[in-house]
């Protein structure tokens, strides 16, 4: 582990001790696979087993990394139909481990990193999880956001608006070369931006299946995690974010996708009976400018990737593969803007 992310378990678990309702130590940590934004570890201690999420240490940019942000909506969330995960404590007091952290409950099911289910052996099951998928999508975008206390928890406004000038800034931040792939994506959407319908939701930010824990007995979603870049926003970004996701290729960082899949022979919907699915759900008729938001979400993911590059590149991301992603953000433009050609 890098000494940047080192951990003083003593210190870790006095303070625990003092700050949970039952926390006896003594603990060892585990850290999990993925979490390249926010390192994640299993916290094993004598009171039980438990979660902890913390930002990375070194310099962050602003807004990224916001660790009591994911606390706040998770607590908020904990009542709702969206299953998610107790969480028990926000610490804010970086001298306790380098930097600001929660602790959660650990989870104990499945999550898997290959669209096409390769574990599962029924195409019938591997139906169902998609359906608890979009089941899932559609109860967050049903919440209440008054109700749970978050009707602060984003700005008003064209949200797409908003989060193109956000993801812009973020991208030319931590561009480490030009890419021109890039520069006509982002010229095309800003020139192709659609009017704000008014819709406003609570939106994930990161929906797609490796960011769901499913139950290892049945095709049921009992934590949908990583909350970070969730806000307030307009639903079809999460949508179009993973149906994105489905429409890359497999093997392209930790993100297996579909592409050149049947995923009739895999009893996977496509993308429209999986859109046609969500729409019914959430009472639509058909969504305009389709091709915009899928393209978006290509840009989106292009600059986080970005950003993971460019802290590989000065020593603080949290996962080893983090060198690699950098090569990801112009084949993730290339394929924006081929969506863009065929939506046409």
């Given at each position: 582990?890098?000494?940047?992310?080192?951990?003083?378990?003593?210190?870790?678990?006095?303070?625990?001790?003092?700050?949970?309702?039952?926390?006896?130590?003594?603990?060892?940590?585990?850290k999990?696979a993925?979490?390249?934004?926010?390192?994640?570890?299993?916290?094993s201690?004598?009171?039980?087993?438990?979660?902890?999420?913390?930002?990375?240490?070194?310099?962050?940019?602003?807004?990224?990394?916001?660790?009591?942000?994911?606390?706040?909506?998770?607590?908020?969330?904990?009542?709702?139909d969206?299953?998610?995960?107790?969480?028990?404590?926000?610490?804010?007091?970086?001298?306790?481990?380098?930097?600001?952290?929660?602790?959660?409950?650990?989870?104990?099911?499945?999550?898997?990193?290959?669209?096409?289910?390769?574990?599962?052996?029924?195409?019938?099951?591997?139906?169902?999880?998609?359906?608890?998928?979009?089941?899932?999508?559609?109860?967050?975008?049903?919440?209440?956001?008054?109700?749970?206390?978050?009707?602060?928890?984003?700005?008003?406004?064209?949200?797409?608006e908003?989060?193109?000038?956000?993801?812009?800034?973020?991208?030319?931040?931590?561009?480490?070369?030009?890419?021109?792939?890039m520069?006509?994506?982002?010229?095309?959407?800003?020139?192709?931006?659609?009017?704000d319908?008014?819709r406003?939701?609570?939106?994930?930010?990161?929906?797609?299946?490796?960011?769901?824990?499913?139950?290892?007995?049945?095709?049921?979603?009992?934590?949908?995690?990583?909350?970070?870049?969730?806000?307030?926003?307009?639903?079809?970004?999460?949508?179009?974010?993973?149906?994105?996701?489905?429409?890359?290729?497999?093997?392209?960082?930790?993100?297996?996708g579909?592409?050149?899949?049947?995923?009739?022979?895999?009893?996977?919907?496509?993308?429209?009976?999986?859109?046609?699915?969500?729409?019914?759900r959430?009472?639509?008729?058909?969504?305009?400018n389709?091709?915009?938001?899928?393209?978006?979400?290509?840009?989106?993911?292009?600059?986080?990737?970005?950003?993971?590059?460019?802290?590989?590149?000065?020593?603080?991301?949290?996962?080893?593969?983090?060198?690699?992603?950098?090569?990801?953000?112009?084949?993730?433009?290339?394929?924006?803007?081929q969506?863009?050609?065929?939506?046409?």
């Amino acid at each position: 582990m890098p000494q940047v992310l080192s951990i003083n378990n003593e210190q870790l678990t006095a303070y625990l001790q003092d700050h949970v309702d039952g926390f006896k130590g003594p603990i060892t940590l585990e850290k999990f696979a993925g979490g390249q934004s926010n390192p994640t570890f299993k916290v094993s201690a004598k009171s039980g087993v438990y979660v902890l999420r913390r930002q990375p240490s070194g310099k962050l940019l602003k807004s990224a990394h916001a660790v009591d942000r994911e606390y706040r909506v998770l607590n908020a969330l904990k009542d709702s139909d969206v299953p998610v995960a107790k969480v028990f404590h926000l610490c804010e007091d970086i001298s306790v481990i380098g930097s600001m952290f929660y602790l959660m409950e650990y989870c104990d099911g499945a999550v898997y990193w290959s669209a096409s289910l390769a574990e599962i052996d029924s195409n019938e099951r591997r139906s169902a999880m998609y359906n608890e998928m979009n089941r899932v999508l559609a109860a967050l975008h049903s919440v209440d956001v008054d109700g749970v206390g978050l009707s602060d928890y984003g700005k008003a406004g064209n949200y797409f608006e908003r989060q193109l000038t956000r993801w812009t800034s973020q991208y030319r931040l931590t561009e480490l070369k030009k890419i021109s792939a890039m520069d006509q994506l982002s010229q095309w959407l800003e020139d192709n931006l659609p009017e704000d319908d008014g819709r406003v939701c609570l939106v994930h930010g990161d929906f797609r299946l490796d960011n769901m824990m499913f139950a290892k007995d049945k095709p049921q979603v009992i934590a949908l995690l990583d909350w970070e870049l969730s806000t307030l926003g307009h639903p079809y970004a999460d949508l179009a974010y993973q149906c994105m996701q489905l429409r890359m290729p497999a093997g392209m960082g930790s993100i297996d996708g579909l592409k050149d899949i049947d995923r009739g022979s895999l009893g996977i919907p496509t993308e429209q009976e999986y859109v046609d699915l969500y729409c019914q759900r959430m009472g639509i008729e058909r969504i305009e400018n389709w091709g915009f938001y899928l393209a978006f979400s290509f840009f989106r993911l292009a600059a986080i990737a970005q950003g993971v590059a460019k802290r590989a590149a000065e020593g603080n991301a949290s996962n080893e593969h983090a060198n690699k992603v950098g090569a990801f953000v112009e084949p993730l433009a290339q394929m924006a803007l081929q969506v863009v050609t065929q939506e046409k």
